[in-house]
């Protein structure tokens, strides 16, 4: 009995967390399936978070890049005014289509834009011989090309005189061309759009999908062509592509006041941009991540709820424990640690399993569904620790503080 | 051995509980000392009050009135934690179910005193291990107790109330579990640390157990009824 006493551990020091995590594995080991079940919820929780946030990412970033392949400058005018405020009573109906003259006076009075194309799209049964296909069938303005970034790849673009004169020409899709002509050169061959018969005059360069949409499989002929073909005077959209960013908002006031100006003051069609477009889909997104944030939260009270069940259980459990550890000189606050630290443990091995699950589900969806954008990053895993320690905080504190409250005497006296 | 200490020092203690209508005095004034170096056996029958003490001499409890001063210093005012810290460096508590952590070895075990003392897991293993090879068991460090003897677990749990190198022992029922045989060795060892200096309170019903302490406290409803002192001699 010959060294030195203990020194008074200084008050509001705690014990070693290593030393209070150690513990609090050993717990969680001693009662393996126990433990587990517990931490289904927080396992699914963070499971679905994974899985959704991925998704949710990857589709923002594939949304992203399709509207770069838009073009950033790209001007959409559309009939119908559809961003309306106020109350009042209901304006008569004024809505005047947009015409092919409107793209005309537009070309000649907004200079801060490449060109004007109206656009007049619908579908129709494209047939060679025996084959056909429907597809869409857009008839386009000469400018279109260049304002909507796509490229003739044999042959020749429509002329202005093409339009002017209401040619039945076509310039077909690579789906299209594959479709009808495996591989005969289409160039020069009669086809049928809807039973009216059209020169095949040109095959655009490989577009690919857009928004789930196949750009290769379309049959592109002369907007008046198509006025025509429909029976229709007024298209569906004019397209425009401002000279350089900078002048995006120039020549939406331009396009919007030579509008008004021919709609008699009235403001019956809407200017799109591709800003706006972006931003439509972000706050879609945005709305979606909510929604699955909601969800997420749902299933992670649940796990925490669980979590404090199994904590209250073991507390019990473990009383006598308690008892002994403070007898030989546990502080309430050593206890409260204790359990609170089992508590955010069993929820991080919960999170821990739930991420891997996670990340196992988006892997194997991405072999599976090589279309479906999911993108993992280190984000969603920092989500989902920082979740789960939350989770084990929240449930921890009733039962660590029932576990501190215990009386020394009674605890040891436990059965 | 130097000038003798008082280890224990009560003076008027008491101790009252609520039960329901009226209040009951499980124990009443009772004084008492115990010098460093004894060994006392405290008697009596269930309900005499001998918990009540020894919870209180324990530090696990609060009198109700009286003073109590332990190793020198007085500690019934003292508040949760600090009584915490008392019960952990100076007192050692053997019971009577071992109450071992029965997922630890009996190192871990041994050394469970010292993590809450704040010392480094490299000393804490060093004053274990010490600890049990003065109950010879050095060669069960690793062992949890489900692979160790009852003997052996008691003696364990003797290691873990020496690792501090309390003032005092407390032992509740220490044999109340075992066979009569370990219960001899186990009494045996606690005459060998009375023989090295140690101050041990040894809390029992059965008389016979009480003859290997030196000064037996009898105690009955609540209040000192003998004390009796026994010359030193071999049990």
């Known amino acids: ?415 | 051995m130097s000038a003798v200490a008082t280890v224990i020092e009560c003076r008027a203690l008491s101790r009252r509980f609520r039960m329901g209508e009226g209040d009951v005095w499980a124990l009443r004034n009772v004084d008492l000392s115990v010098e460093s170096g004894e060994y006392l056996a405290l008697i009596g029958p269930s309900g005499s009050g001998k918990s009540t003490l020894m919870n209180l001499l324990g530090c696990l409890d609060r009198p109700t009135e009286g003073r109590y001063l332990l190793d020198g210093a007085a500690v019934e005012r003292l508040d949760d934690a600090e009584l915490a810290d008392v019960r952990n460096r100076k007192i050692g508590f053997v019971f009577q179910t071992f109450n071992l952590m029965a997922r630890q070895t009996a190192l871990e075990n041994v050394a469970l005193p010292l993590v809450y003392a704040g010392l480094s897991r490299a000393e804490r293993r060093r004053r274990a291990g010490e600890a049990l090879r003065r109950v010879g068991l050095e060669h069960r460090v690793d062992h949890r107790p489900d692979q160790l003897s009852g003997g052996q677990r008691q003696r364990v749990a003797v290691a873990r109330a020496l690792v501090t190198r309390p003032a005092l022992i407390l032992a509740d029922e220490p044999t109340g579990n075992l066979d009569q045989a370990t219960g001899r060795e186990v009494l045996g060892l606690f005459d060998e640390l009375h023989r090295e200096g140690a101050t041990i309170v040894l809390v029992t019903h059965d008389p016979k157990i009480a003859q290997h302490a030196r000064r037996r406290i009898e105690l009955v409803d609540g209040s000192v009824r003998a004390d009796v002192r026994q010359p030193e001699a071999s049990p």
């Open chain 1, 1 to 415: 009995m010959s060294a030195p006493a203990l020194e008074r551990r200084p008050a509001g020091r705690s014990i070693p967390l290593l030393e209070l995590v150690r513990v609090a594995l050993e717990a969680t080991a001693a009662n393996g399936a126990r433990s587990l079940l517990t931490t289904l919820g927080v396992v699914i929780g963070v499971a679905s978070v994974v899985v959704l946030v991925s998704l949710g990412d990857g589709v923002r970033s594939f949304l992203g890049e399709q509207f770069a392949g838009l073009g950033a400058d790209l001007i959409v005018v559309q009939p119908g005014h559809t961003e309306t405020s106020g109350f009042g009573p209901p304006l008569e109906n004024v809505q005047r289509p947009l015409t092919i003259a409107d793209s005309k006076v537009l070309a000649q009075r907004v200079p801060s834009v490449v060109g004007f194309s109206a656009d007049l799209v619908g579908g129709g049964t494209v047939s060679y011989l025996n084959r056909s296909r429907d597809v869409m069938v857009a008839g386009v303005g000469e400018r279109f090309w260049e304002v909507r970034g796509m490229r003739v790849e044999i042959g020749h673009p429509f002329s202005a005189d093409d339009e002017a004169a209401r040619r039945r020409y076509a310039i077909l899709g690579h789906t299209v061309v594959h479709e009808l002509f495996a591989d005969e050169n289409p160039l020069g061959k009669t086809i049928q759009i809807s039973g009216a018969p059209f020169l095949v005059v040109g095959v655009t360069a490989p577009k690919g999908r857009m928004l789930g949409f196949d750009l290769d499989d379309l049959a592109f002929v002369p907007v008046t062509a198509t006025e025509d073909l429909f029976n229709r005077d007024f298209v569906t959209e004019i397209l425009a592509k401002a000279r350089s960013h900078e002048d995006v908002g120039t020549a939406v006031a331009q396009i919007t006041d030579v509008l008004e100006r021919r709609h008699a003051g009235h403001q019956d069609f809407t200017v799109h941009t591709q800003q706006d477009l972006m931003g439509t889909f972000n706050r879609i997104a945005d709305t979606m991540a909510s929604v699955v944030l909601a969800i997420a939260s749902i299933s992670l009270v649940v796990g925490g709820i669980g979590i404090m069940n199994i904590m209250l259980v073991s507390v019990n459990e473990r009383t006598r424990e308690i008892g002994v550890r403070r007898a030989v000189g546990a502080r309430r606050s050593d206890i409260l640690a204790q359990f609170l630290i089992e508590s955010v443990v069993v929820s991080l091995i919960g999170g821990i399993i739930g991420l891997l699950l996670g990340t196992a589900v988006v892997l194997v969806a991405g072999l599976v569904l090589p279309s479906l954008p999911a993108r993992l990053s280190l984000w969603i895993v920092l989500l989902a620790f920082g979740f789960s320690a939350a989770v084990g905080v929240l449930s921890g504190v009733l039962p660590a503080r029932r576990a501190a409250s215990l009386d020394p005497v009674d605890a040891l006296r436990y059965e």
